[in-house]
């Protein structure tokens, strides 16, 4: 079980929601109704006042076969947004670039949502220099690839022994363990067998001793599942239902786009289930 009863300042006594916001216009979310900086401001504090405990930022789209952006593109996106809506609590930035992580961090940005889980260049030094937490993603290939049959022997064990590396990266570097989150990466580099194992298997990953982050709002694997075609916007009833089997899992902070309705539905289930 994760040792943390907080991170970056969020109590995690209960699960906690780390609103979406993506400064993006290709979202495959949310089709660009936050590619403004002012609409993305006004987003996150609808976010707040909802129940996030946590808003995550990003500026550059990790759909399947999304392709980069220019760093100094990311940067125009997301430093205006971090900066006005960290007055008000934590902001996470979610970005795989060392530069975009120290730029956020200085605008006030408390966490690191990185899903290459600090690999790329400079990235493990960002963190630990700054001070951040993060959340350190798996992801097999990269964003314009990932979907291009993936392939797992066992895919939880490579998963796990994928994390616990970056775990230990991150104590060598200096971030401390408390400062570490983890998240399996449901939908980046997995198919629909992929996801339904590291999802019935959840449980696993309190072995690594860190907080675990569920993302699994409006993503693709549901409409799967369910055997009907729907857009993002309409996967809610199934994005609720693999969160709180997360929770039930042990998860401690769920990456949801629809932070009321998932409040609503995690006091539902924690009466039920109140011991």
């Known amino acids: 079980m994760s040792k943390t009863a907080t991170f970056a300042g969020v109590d995690l006594g209960e699960p ?41 930022i990003g500026g550059e789209s990790t759909r399947p076969g999304a392709e ?4 100094d593109e990311e940067l125009r996106r997301v430093l205006p947004v971090v900066q006005a809506l960290a007055a008000d609590g934590p902001v996470s930035i ?15 940005a408390s966490i690191v949502n990185d899903i290459t889980a600090l690999s790329g260049p ?15 993603m798996h992801m097999q290939g990269e964003p314009r690839t990932m979907q291009r049959e993936p392939v797992y022997a066992d895919v939880v064990g490579e998963v796990y022994a994928f994390l ?22 449901i939908g980046f580099g997995k198919t629909l067998a992929h996801n339904s194992e590291l999802l019935r298997r959840l449980s696993v990953f309190q072995g690594l001793g860190c907080p675990v982050v569920l ?3 409006r993503k693709s694997f549901i409409e799967r599942i369910a055997g009907m075609a729907t857009p993002p916007k309409a996967r809610l009833p199934g994005s609720l ?9 042990g998860v401690k902070i769920l990456r949801v786009h629809d932070v009321a309705e998932t409040k609503q539905a995690l ?9």
């Open 16 to 56: 906690a929601l780390m609103g979406v916001i993506n400064v993006t216009s290709d979202s495959f979310s949310d089709g660009g109704d936050c590619a403004t900086s002012e609409a993305a401001i006004t987003h996150g504090r609808v976010l707040r006042a909802a129940g996030a405990a946590i808003l995550d």
């Open 68 to 71: 980069p952006v220019a760093e």
């Open 94 to 108: 979610d970005t795989r670039r060392a530069g975009v992580m120290r730029a956020a961090r200085k605008a006030g």
């Open 122 to 136: 400079g990235s493990l030094a960002a963190v630990a220099e700054t001070g951040a937490s993060v959340v350190l």
């Open 164 to 185: 616990a590396g970056r775990i230990d990266a991150c104590i060598e570097a200096g971030i401390s363990h408390d400062r570490i989150a983890i998240d399996p990466g």
């Open 215 to 217: 993302g699994v709002s």
């Open 241 to 249: 239902a693999a969160a709180l089997a997360g929770v039930a899992a």
């Open 267 to 275: 006091a539902v289930w924690r009466a039920i289930n109140r011991d």
